[in-house]
Structure formats: C-alpha cells, structure tokens
Nanobody, 118 residues
Framework: QVQFVESGGGLVVPGGSLRLSCTAS????????IAWYLQAPGEQREQVAS???????NYAESVKGRFIISRDHAKNAVVLQMNRLQPEETAVYFC????????????WGQGTQVTVTS
C-alpha cells in the first residue's frame, strides 16, 4: 500500500513562508500527477495545487501568485513553497494523486500541520 509522507509544516506568522515536502512509497513517483490539499478545522479537504509529471502545474485561485509547486527529482519529492501565508490557511496539508473530478486516488497520509498566527 502506498504511503504518503508530508513534512515541513510548523508555526508561522501572517505573511511568512513555509516549504512543504511530499514523498511516497511508490515506484515511478515522478510519473504521477501529485496534488497538495489543505483541510482546515471543521472543513472539507480542498486541493490547492497540483503538478503533472513534467512541470505543468495548477493552483487554486486563492493561492495563485503565492504558492509554488515543484518537483525535487533528486529527493523523489513534490515541494510546495508557500509564501505570504494567511491565518485562514491554518490547516493540515496533505498530498495525494488527484482524481480528475475531485478527491484523491490513494490512502491519505498523516499530513503536516501548518499554523499561521501572530
């Protein structure tokens, strides 16, 4: 069974930055489209960014211009650089293989907590 491991979360002040990393116990990780999701307290999980096997990426409107998703081929990871973070982005962040119509294909990992507060 594939296991996703998310890391890099933490406590940051509004306007600050964090860099999240996603790895998975799967072969050909770099072939798959990988997405980052956030789940705020009491809310449903929502996709914030995705990257295809190459460099093509997509972002939710709310994070465009602030978040950057990329691949670190050396580490077999997908990285989410989050800049100018806002308090409402306090959430647990997860990665997974997205389904075309929403949701994700595989079992969720533990996620990594991001807390944006002054």
């Amino acid at each position: 069974q594939v296991q996703f491991v998310e890391s890099g979360g933490g406590l940051v002040v509004p306007g600050g930055s964090l860099r999240l990393s996603c790895t998975a116990s799967m072969s050909s990780f770099n072939v798959y489209t990988i997405a980052w999701y956030l789940q705020a307290p009491g809310e449903q999980r929502e996709q914030v960014a995705s990257i295809k096997s190459g460099v093509n990426s997509n972002y939710a409107e709310s994070v465009k211009g602030r978040f950057i998703i990329s691949r670190d081929h050396a580490k077999n990871a997908v990285v989410l650089q989050m800049n100018r973070l806002q308090p409402e982005e306090t959430a647990v962040y997860f990665c997974n293989v997205p389904k075309p119509c929403g949701g994700a294909r595989l079992t969720w990992g533990q996620g990594t907590q991001v807390t944006v507060t002054s």
